[in-house]
């Protein structure tokens, strides 16, 4: 039943192996943000090589095989299933609208869009595939590529920075690129401690979760006998379980946080060691640079 813990997707994991650790984690957020913007109006091509360079990135990241294994596996899996049943999807027909033109010409272009090949390369054409009723064209393939791509390249992204990154470095990163807004009166401090303490009860949301789950297999409650409304009830009740458990928690760490005469303290105390160190300086410059190269490589092959 620990299954949970042995997907350790958004939690950091300690130790000195991986060169992830030594990336500035300013420069970690902006390689983030790169995947998470630069699909945006992409074509095909770019999110291919985001998926395979991420790919890449996690092979060759030195983390620790069974960290990284399993939520890798149960991604792609995910991302598959997902972008499959976006191939499905009708998309090749045209929208049922006030017809402006000639009943001949929309024939014809209804008949262009369904004869759309999947597969162009010189001399080698590959048509659309019918599967009974489900027609797979250039527009379906597409739509299944990106939905699929994207999906993995948002939750895989986000997913390394946090292996490879401490709560604590984020919350500082987190500050210095909001440090500006401090000008203007914005909670620059508070709202980075509300991110630390977030971070921090990602593990226990999951330990509940996974409690009632226990507490459902140990109840030996048969889900194939219940019917619809008995299955959404029992739905709602461990929703509810699981809001209030959590809401519990969050309570009963702030009365000990009070009670130890705690107060929030301040960013600048967060501030990563590493920064101070220049053995790692080369790998920093190195990552800035090819960050650099990837954005001016998205404004040439990364268009529709």
Known sequence: ????????????????????????????????????????????????????????????SGLAFRVWSR??????????LVGSLSIFLPTGEV?????????????????????????????IQLGPLRFGPFLIDRRSAELGLNTSTLIF??????????????????????????????CLGFPVDRFSFQLLLSLRFIPLVQEEFQNLLRSLASRAVNLKRLGVRAFSGLILSVGEKLLANILLRAEQGADAFLARGGTMPLVEDFRPKSLDSRTHFWINVGSGLLL?????????YGDL
């Not at 650099?292 to 040439?300: D, G, Y």
């Open 1 to 60: 039943m620990d299954w949970l813990r042995q997907v350790p997707i958004g939690q950091y994991v300690s130790g000195n192996s991986s060169w992830l650790r030594v990336i500035d984690p300013r420069l970690k957020l902006a390689w983030v943000l790169m995947f998470l913007l630069t699909p945006v109006l992409a074509g095909p091509f770019w999110r291919v090589c985001l998926a395979a360079t991420l790919m890449l990135v996690t092979f060759i």
């Open 71 to 80: 939520p890798l596996f149960l991604l792609i899996g995910l991302a598959l």
């Open 95 to 123: 929208t049922a609208t006030f017809a402006t033109r000639s009943p001949q010409e929309l024939s014809a272009i209804t008949l262009e869009i369904k004869q759309w090949n999947l597969f162009e390369l010189g001399p």
């Open 153 to 182: 390249t948002v939750i895989q992204s986000v997913n390394l920075m946090l292996l490879s990154t401490a709560p604590e470095d984020l919350m500082w990163t987190l500050q210095w690129f909001l440090s500006p807004l401090a």
């Open 292 to 300: 650099l190269l990837v954005i001016s490589l998205r404004r040439k």
